[in-house]
């Protein structure tokens, strides 16, 4: 597929209508409460142009306090002085894997997901067509690596798992890719991107 056609697919989808999801959206017993507080977020899924297009995604350091050694999409809250998610996103991107904002094509963004920890996350799509050295942050990055666009975008390439939370089970999406274990709200984002691009 050429690029053009593939950004060109990227933009259709976008304009695509689907409800927010959540990383309770496989756990219809859970109840929220309406009066909670949610925090704003925004995540750069990345698309590397190229005869193999991939994903962009980071293997989160094991010291971290929450999600250690998970895998996630370059990204993190709102601060002050961002320009909302798509602010955030950049700014994270470039802090966490050395990704210059310039080198980003913004194509637009996916619907928000809830996340348990209490985020509102907006995944903002970005095009990336140029090439850049990938320098991941000490302390928050163990590896940056990328998971081929065509295996993400693929639904049947998804399975639904569970484990013990809370005292209950929760299930959620996996997409595993090589040694990476894709899992819980950044392979329900892709989810999202991948039912958007059939």
């Not at 690029?3 to 959540?22: C, G, M, V």
């Not at 306090?65 to 999409?73: M, V, W």
């Not at 209490?118 to 940056?144: H, K, N, R, Y």
């Not at 666009?149 to 569970?162: G, L």
């Amino acid at each position: 597929m050429r690029t053009t056609d593939l950004r060109d697919r990227l933009r259709s989808a976008l304009e695509a209508t689907s409800a927010p999801s959540s990383d309770f959206d496989l756990n219809p017993d859970v109840v929220l409460p309406e009066n909670r507080a949610l925090r704003d977020a925004g995540v750069l899924v990345g698309v590397i142009a190229g005869a193999c297009p991939a994903v962009v995604l980071t293997k989160r350091s094991s010291r971290l306090k929450h999600h250690p050694g998970q895998i996630a999409f370059p990204g993190g809250k709102v601060d002050p002085g961002d320009d909302g998610p798509t602010g955030a996103a950049l700014r994270e991107a470039e802090e966490e894997i050395g990704l210059p904002r310039a080198a980003v094509e913004v194509l637009g963004t996916l619907p928000p997901h809830e996340t348990v920890t209490g985020f509102t996350v907006t995944p903002v799509l970005g095009w990336i067509s140029a090439s850049f050295d990938p320098v991941p942050e000490a302390g928050e990055v163990a590896e940056v690596f990328t998971a081929p666009f065509d295996h993400v975008t693929d639904p049947s390439r998804y399975s639904v798992q569970s484990r013990r939370w809370r005292g209950g089970r929760r299930h959620y999406y996996t997409v595993p890719w090589g040694p990476y274990y894709i899992w819980g709200a950044t392979a329900r984002m892709l989810r999202v991107l991948a039912d958007r691009m059939q």
